[in-house]
């Protein structure tokens, strides 16, 4: 069994900023990456920022000198600090972690939490 329980979200207006917060609990190899996706309405979910356990990060372009991906190893928790927010960010944003063990992927997903960017 593997958990993950986001926190953070809420409303912002244009310009200001948030903070998520992603916990990862259960059977879990140290060898992993985790990360925030978001979906929109309509929309399919998509990456926004990835981060493996030696600190090396990816992020889409739309939010690249806007946010910051960190994690804290030892915890399985991860960070996205999310500054300059702009209206088209107002998504669902979701953490997940992921790893390859021999032939198989897995993926686990957090509930959820909505970022709504308006004024």
């Known amino acids: 069994q593997v958990q993950l329980v986001e926190s953070g979200g809420g409303l912002v207006q244009p310009g200001g900023s948030l903070r998520l917060s992603c916990a990862a609990s259960g059977s879990i190899p140290s060898g992993n990456v985790m990360g925030w996706y978001r979906q929109a309405p309509g929309k399919e979910r998509e990456l926004v920022a990835v981060?493996?356990?030696?600190?090396?990060?990816n992020y889409a372009d739309s939010v690249k000198g806007r946010f910051t991906i960190s994690r804290v190893t030892y915890q399985n928790t991860v960070y996205l600090q999310m500054n300059s927010v702009k209206p088209e960010d107002t998504a669902a944003y979701y953490c997940?972690?992921?790893?390859?063990?021999?032939?198989?992927?897995?993926?686990?997903w957090g509930q959820g939490t909505q970022v709504t960017v308006s004024s």
């Open positions: 981060i493996t356990m030696g600190g090396i990060s």
């Open positions: 997940n972690i992921h790893w390859t063990r021999a032939r198989d992927t897995y993926d686990y």
